[in-house]
């Protein structure tokens, strides 16, 4: 597995290669992987939007969020999301500036594992 030097880590601390692979498995030219992480990105974008807002709205976003991250195998995500849903709105900032990170570290090991590991 490549290091990346830009997130600090490997991919595989961002992805969970097992549950990429299932996605990987389920298609021949690999398409679909990459519609499902955009799709990923995409509504990842418009739910940390509406982590700011009341408590009931971050935790309904965050609960959405946590299981879509769990899907595509983010699990750093995932637990970030599981921790916004509890916290107290006094907590919310710093944990949505970790998401963001955790968000753009999260894209760019997708990208190097769907061009680097052959799946291009």
Request: charged letters at 30%; aromatic letters at 4%; glycine letters at 4%.
């Amino acid at each position: 597995m490549p290091e990346s030097s830009d997130s600090g880590g490997s991919a595989d601390e961002y992805l969970d290669r097992g549950t990429l692979q299932q996605l990987i498995d389920l298609d021949d030219d690999h398409s679909f992987v990459r519609e499902v992480f955009s799709a990923f990105f995409m509504d990842a974008e418009a739910h940390v939007a509406k982590l700011d807002r009341d408590p009931e709205s971050r935790r309904a976003a965050a609960h959405t969020l946590k299981g879509s991250a769990r899907q595509v195998g983010a699990m750093p995500v995932a637990n970030l999301c599981e921790q916004l849903e509890q916290v107290e709105q006094s907590e919310v900032a710093p944990l949505v500036r970790q998401l963001q990170k955790a968000l753009s570290a999260t894209r760019r090991a997708a990208d190097r594992l769907l061009s680097v590991d052959g799946y291009a």
